[in-house]
């Protein structure tokens, strides 16, 4: 497959990872898009770049694309320096394959030549048996010869995966590619293209600021705001360990409560003395409660009284109000057992995470308001 990338030596397998972003800064303006941003990619793994509108995620992959340039900072693609100090690699000449939003298929080409685009240096019989194979690999085999115009949106953005799969390129950028189908579509195609990436054992980068999109995809998912990656871990890890209260809050539901410490692993809080993950760090702490891990008990001299409900189908939130106004929610099952005014007991199952409590100026930045 070498011979689809004439432009670079064959990878070398483990010795350098697929990606490596060290420092990648990126101004316009006033405004810091990416903020000394360092992630590695490991080769053959599938990463998200996970962050709320505006974070400076297209601009990140852009840059590895070579479509925009690093103010500062280097990015290396297998061990090769693309963007630093030194200069620049022309984006073409990178080796690596991308997919967008809107499928930019020639409207004018059939599949088969839209797949074929990207090969245009490699001999024609090369061509055709790379074409029907990544067309095969995308469950699109016997469509060859259809004009985009005749295809659905979920078949159209699997032949712009096949178009900038066929190249075999180093790393395939993925830049929100299902945020235009419908939500049955979307939850599809992306366990799809999760089987295909992985059946072709291709390294790829995709942003989204859907969670669910990239905790479910992604081995490895790295969480940005405002410029700043603040923690890239496993998907578990970022749910039971964020490294900061906006990961915390980003990812899965979470109430923030005030706490005092009360031991090296304990703290003090509105739902009485919890457990914590790690060592408390500060005398005054936010303390993390996902609503996965309040239980509540109905008892006619609960602490606290059930005063909302939002009802899911496959679950609940339940909201409850403890004596000091303090509110705090707790998932549950679908039967309907409690009703607003119910009192109930409130506990925590399982360790709790803290961080050190912003400081009053910092508090309308650092942690949401207990809802
Ligand atoms: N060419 C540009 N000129 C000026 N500002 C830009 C440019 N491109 C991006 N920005 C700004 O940089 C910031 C990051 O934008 P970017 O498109 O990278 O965000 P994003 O995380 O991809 O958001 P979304 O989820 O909405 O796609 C935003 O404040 C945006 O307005
Ligand atoms: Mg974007």
Not at 172 to 192: G, I, M, N, W, Y
Not at 273 to 298: F, G, K, Y
């Amino acid at each position: 497959m070498s011979a689809t990338r004439p432009d670079l030596a064959p990878p070398v397998p483990g010795t350098s990872p697929a990606l490596r972003c060290e420092g990648v800064t990126r101004r316009f303006g006033d405004v810091v898009a990416v903020d000394g941003v360092d992630l590695t990619v490991p080769a053959a793994s599938f990463t998200a770049l996970l962050g709320p509108s505006g974070c400076g995620k297209t601009t990140l992959l852009r840059i590895v694309a070579g479509l925009e340039r690093a103010d500062a900072g280097t990015v290396t693609l297998e061990g090769r320096t693309v963007d630093g100090p030194d200069g620049v690699v022309a984006p073409e000449r990178r080796g690596v394959g991308l997919v967008f939003q809107e499928h930019a298929l020639f409207p004018h080409l059939d599949v088969a030549a839209n797949v074929a685009f990207g090969l245009r240096d490699v001999p024609r019989p090369a061509r055709a048996r790379r074409v029907a194979e990544v067309l095969e690999l995308v469950g699109l085999g016997g469509l060859e010869r259809r004009r985009p115009g005749a295809l659905s949106g979920g078949q159209r953005q699997r032949v712009a995966l096949a178009r900038a799969l066929a190249p075999a390129p180093t790393l395939l950028l993925l830049d929100e590619p299902f945020s235009s189908l419908d939500a049955a579509l979307r939850v599809t195609l992306r366990d799809e293209v999760r089987l295909i990436l992985k059946e072709a054992r291709q390294t790829a980068l995709l942003v989204t600021h859907d969670q669910e999109e990239a905790l479910s995809v992604a081995e490895q998912v790295g969480v940005m705001f405002d410029g700043r990656l603040h923690q890239v871990a496993d998907p578990a890890t970022l749910y039971r360990e964020p490294a900061t209260p906006e990961v915390a809050a980003f990812i899965g539901d979470a109430d923030v409560l005030p706490g005092t410490r009360a031991g090296q692993y304990l703290v003090d809080t509105p739902l009485g003395r919890l457990r914590t993950a790690a060592p408390v760090a500060a005398s005054e702490v936010a303390v993390v409660v996902r609503p996965e891990a309040v239980r509540l008990r109905a008892t006619a001299d609960g602490r606290g009284e059930v005063h909302a409900r939002t009802y899911f189908g496959r679950d609940q939130l339940v909201g409850v109000r403890l004596p000091d106004g303090t509110r705090v929610r707790a998932r549950r099952g679908p039967e309907l057992d409690l009703r607003r005014g119910d009192r109930v007991d409130v506990t925590v199952e399982g360790p709790a995470v803290t961080f050190p409590a912003p400081s009053p100026t910092a508090a309308s930045t650092a942690v949401p308001p207990t809802r």
